[in-house]
């Protein structure tokens, strides 16, 4: 297990983050994506651990708080050092008895329970130290996007966390490269702690952030935490173009996140094949393939059963040869879209007399 340091800090995390998702199935959309409870979670974690992996993830929505209760509850039982595991949680969305989740636009109970205004930010961080038994969070990430809350609000609110020890450090998750950047500049303005991560989506079948996200990442030193690495098990070798596999799948009941489904079975395909010459699984070929990039921090993975937890960790083991790399690119390339291929073009000669200038 490789460690990297978080963003622009000196926390090394493990390059497989445990998702907690899977845990406790509170709630209608959350048991289509797990149902794990108390003894069966803390064999995943004690198998993490054991493993390598210093960093696990979850969120206050998770099963409708469920999630934080099952992990606090995990690290009590299995008298895991606190200073051996860095804790990552996140808040934005609605909590409370009256916010079930999804919320219903008709119920106008518990208004302020959610989104990322310092009302509900420092309510919310109360309430998940209170369910992980911690008396911090290493990670506190803002879970979306609030259209409803100034940006300096939120940036504001997470300094106070840290400056008040309830948090080590703040992300985001799911965020624009515009918003972040405008959260960057205002912390950077007036001093105060901030963004040192974004929880995204990525996968060999959806590399949208790419295009502006992943350039932002690196200009600013943000790590770059993997959320859903196998697009919901469309990459995890259970589908195929012409007939999928439904039978434990969560996307027979739950199909998320959205996928371009030609360009994602162009990919598995060529997954299989480098898959069966090296003698592994397609979900490790499709982690592999993210762990080989150079913006990615720390990959998620979530598991119903240690063997699929065992697959997963077995990825850190796969080498992607140049030409194998090549080939996963070449079939999951984005289309070229402006103004990229416009910086292409017109950054070319720079770019070139730049690798001169660095040869002498």
């Not at 992300?171 to 405008?182: F, L, P, R, T």
């Not at 079975?265 to 090296?278: G, P, S, T, W």
Request: charged share 25%; with cysteine.
């Amino acid at each position: 297990m490789r460690y990297n340091t978080l963003g622009n800090t000196g926390l090394f995390v493990s390059e497989l983050c445990l998702g907690t998702m899977t845990f406790g199935g509170d709630g209608d959309m959350w048991r289509q994506i797990g149902d794990l409870q108390q003894a069966d979670a803390e064999k995943l974690i004690a198998r993490a651990l054991d493993s390598g992996i210093n960093f696990i993830d979850t969120a206050d929505v998770y099963s409708q708080g469920q999630s934080e209760i099952i992990t606090g509850q995990a690290l009590k039982n299995l008298k895991v050092p606190r200073d051996d595991v860095v804790v990552a949680t996140k808040v934005f969305g609605p909590t409370g008895t009256n916010n079930p989740y999804p919320v219903d636009k008709n119920q106008f109970q518990g208004v302020n329970n959610r989104g990322a205004s310092r009302f509900h930010i420092m309510e919310g961080i109360k309430a998940s130290l209170k369910r992980l038994q911690l008396d911090h969070i290493d990670l506190y990430q803002i879970h979306g996007f609030d259209p409803a809350t100034p940006i300096e609000e939120t940036v504001r609110a997470l300094h106070t966390l840290v400056e008040h020890g309830h948090v080590r450090y703040v992300g985001v998750s799911n965020w624009a490269a515009w918003q972040i950047m405008k959260a960057l500049g205002i912390a950077d303005r007036n001093g105060w702690h901030r963004f040192e991560s974004l929880q995204a989506h990525y996968t060999l079948a959806g590399r949208d952030l790419e295009r502006e996200l992943v350039p932002m990442l690196e200009s600013e030193n943000i790590g770059l935490m993997v959320w859903s690495p196998l697009a919901g098990g469309l990459l995890s070798g259970k589908y195929t173009r012409d007939g999928e596999a439904q039978t434990g799948s969560r996307r027979a009941t739950f199909d998320f996140p959205p996928v371009n489904r030609e360009r994602g079975f162009d990919c598995i395909e060529v997954m299989q094949e480098i898959a069966e010459a090296k003698g592994v699984s397609v979900a490790q070929i499709a982690l592999a393939w993210l762990l080989h990039q150079r913006s990615v921090t720390s990959v998620i993975v979530g598991a119903k059963r240690i063997e699929q937890l065992e697959d997963n960790i077995a990825s850190t083991k796969v080498e992607l040869s140049h030409d194998e790399l090549a080939r996963l690119d070449a079939v999951s390339a984005l289309p070229a879209e402006y103004p990229g291929w416009m910086l292409e073009r017109q950054g070319d000669y720079r770019r070139q007399q730049l690798a001169q200038s660095l040869k002498r």
